[in-house]
Each structure stands twice: as C-alpha cells, then as structure tokens.
Nanobody, 118 residues
C-alpha cells in the first residue's frame, strides 16, 4: 500500500522559511516522480514542485514559487523534501505530497498545514 506522510508544517512570519518532509513507503520509491501540491481555502489544488526519479533529479516549479522553493529527494531514506524560503502570506495552504506528479494518477498524503503571518 502506497503511503505518503508529510511533516514540517507550521506557523512562520513572512520572509521566514520552512522545510517540509514526505516519507514514502509501499512502492519502489526510486522509480517514481514525486510532487508537492498545495491547496489554499477556496482555491484549486496547485502543483508547486515535481522531481523526477532519474539520477539527474530534474525538477519543475511554477512561476509562483520558482527561485524560492526547492524540491529534493533522498532515495536512501525514501524521503522527499521541500525547502521554502522567503515565505509570503499567499503561501498559506495545506501542502500535500503526491506520487507520481500527475494529479489524476497520484496517491496523496494527508497534508500538512503551512500558515504565514504578515
């Protein structure tokens, strides 16, 4: 059974940073692309990062987070991270880990709340 467990959310001031973690189990982690999504109240779920399963670890970010967020993976620990810098109030959302990156195929974690105060 695919399981994804997020952690690391919390309340921080604008301009601060957080690192989210996603611990994965139940599948061959090395073979899957992994994504982070977020969903703010009243808004659609948005994919904010994806990392490939290949050794080059190629990544994708939308413009809304490019240059501030960094996704990485540790295949030895079956864990994906999302380092978030320069956080803004509009980054407030529930953040989800998903595998694979396609939202129509993805399995989801339970989410972790990130709240940015102004």
């Amino acid at each position: 059974e695919v399981q994804l467990v997020e952690s690391g959310g919390g309340l921080v001031q604008a301009g601060g940073s957080l690192r989210l973690s996603c611990a994965a189990s139940g599948f061959t982690f090395d073979d899957w692309p992994i994504a982070w999504f977020r969903q703010a109240p009243g808004k659609e779920r948005e994919r904010i990062a994806c990392i490939s399963p290949t050794s080059d670890g190629s990544t994708y970010y939308p413009e809304s987070v490019k240059g501030r967020f960094t996704i990485s993976r540790d295949n030895a620990k079956n864990t994906v991270y999302l380092q978030m810098l320069g956080l803004k109030p509009e980054d407030t959302a529930v953040y989800y880990c998903a595998a694979p990156c396609d939202p129509y195929l993805a399995r989801w974690g339970q989410g972790t709340q990130v709240t940015i105060s102004s």
